[in-house]
């Protein structure tokens, strides 16, 4: 059974820091790996999607990477900001299954 | 695009009583999901629906329906809410290229 472990569950920083958040995954036959960003009391934002074909994503101050074989993803975000304060969420789509399986996510408050 | 809509935002549901939650897309996504999270955890899944008139059930169905007639609505039903229901419940679609897209979410007290 597939299970999706974050790491840290909760991240306090200082303005300007680059940062990195930690995603591990038990079963490495997934299909996709999807990061997102949860505001308090809003939805999920999709921030990057990762194929397992892939190794990383980028976007803009964000890269995402994936080890398959470590049953790894990592988040890495450059240069943060106040506004980077969020939940983020990590979540793996098994390979032939319909279910996506979400980490329980890692808070992260930049301090200004 | 309104993309993926939930209604209510908020509702509070006495012991016993039942009500719909509303879930709607227009991005024509023939996956859709309902999903729901309790503080500090990760979301869990009720239901899901790979096309208009077929459903199946994730982990935590017990307590909850669904039907989908059309592609473009997915209401969950609650049946006799009970507390272990309080919750914030999410709807959410996914593409062709198996990325998910979620609505504001609902809510949801039982007392």
């Known amino acids: 059974k597939q299970e999706v472990t974050q790491i840290p569950a909760a991240l306090s920083v200082p303005e300007g820091e680059n940062l990195v958040l930690n995603c591990s995954f038990t079963?490495?036959?997934?299909?996709?790996l999807q990061w997102f960003r949860q505001d308090p009391g809003k939805g999920l934002t999709s921030l990057l999607l990762?194929?397992?074909?892939?190794r990383e994503q980028t976007s803009g101050r964000l890269n995402a990477s994936l080890d398959k074989s470590s049953g790894r993803s990592t988040l890495y975000i450059a240069a943060s900001q106040p506004g980077d304060s969020a939940t983020y969420l990590c979540?793996?789509?098994?390979?032939?299954?319909?279910?996506?399986?979400f980490g329980a996510g890692t808070r992260l408050f930049v301090k200004a | 695009n309104a993309g993926v809509t939930q209604t209510p935002k908020f509702r509070i549901l006495k012991i016993g009583q039942s009500m719909t939650l509303q879930c709607a897309q227009d991005?024509?996504?023939?996956?859709m999901y309902w999903y729901r999270q309790d503080p500090g955890m990760g979301l869990k899944l009720i239901y899901y629906?790979?096309?208009?008139?077929?459903?199946d059930k994730g982990e935590v169905p017990n307590g909850y329906n669904v039907s989908r007639s059309t592609t473009e609505d997915f209401p969950l039903r609650l049946e006799l809410a009970a507390p272990s229901q309080t919750s914030v419940y999410f709807c959410?679609?996914?593409?062709?290229?198996?990325?998910?897209?979620f609505g504001p979410g609902t809510r949801l007290t039982v007392t």
């Open positions: 959410a679609t996914r593409d062709r290229a198996y990325e998910q897209y």
């Open positions: 079963d490495s036959a997934i299909y996709n």
């Open positions: 990762i194929q397992s074909s892939q």
């Open positions: 979540a793996v789509l098994n390979t032939g299954g319909f279910k996506t399986i």
């Open positions: 991005m024509n996504h023939n996956y």
């Open positions: 629906s790979v096309g208009a008139g077929i459903t």
